[in-house]
Nanobody, 117 residues
């Protein structure tokens, strides 16, 4: 239902940082729970992090805890993923997604993150 556009990906060296942004269209963004997923070469898409509508409840995959931070700015219809201490295994296409219930039904086109060693 939402139209989502990711940005902020790029090429960085191991140990570096990136901040991904996801801009949403429409006036109902605040209602959605938002999440980040990624897909590495040869692997299935996997959950990275999500955040509830008010921004006070967050979940992280174990492999990013302590390194990544998800946040949202409802006034700007934007969700962010701050990625620190990046590792080569973090390489992949990162997608933002939105849901009203338990299933994510709105997806962005993805942004490429490449971490060199």
């Amino acid at each position: 239902q939402l139209q989502l556009v990711e940005s902020g990906g790029g090429l960085v060296q191991a140990g570096g940082s990136l901040r991904l942004s996801c801009a949403a269209s429409g006036r109902t963004f605040r209602t959605y729970r938002m999440g980040w997923f990624r897909q590495a070469p040869g692997k299935e898409r996997e959950f990275v992090a999500d955040i509830n509508w008010s921004g006070d409840a967050k979940n992280y995959a174990d492999f990013v805890k302590g390194r990544f931070t998800i946040s949202r700015d409802n006034a700007k219809n934007t969700v962010y993923l701050q990625m620190n201490s990046l590792k080569p295994e973090d390489t992949g296409v990162y997608y933002c997604a939105g849901r009203l219930g338990t299933s994510y039904n709105s997806w962005g086109q993805g942004t490429q993150v490449t971490v060199s060693s």
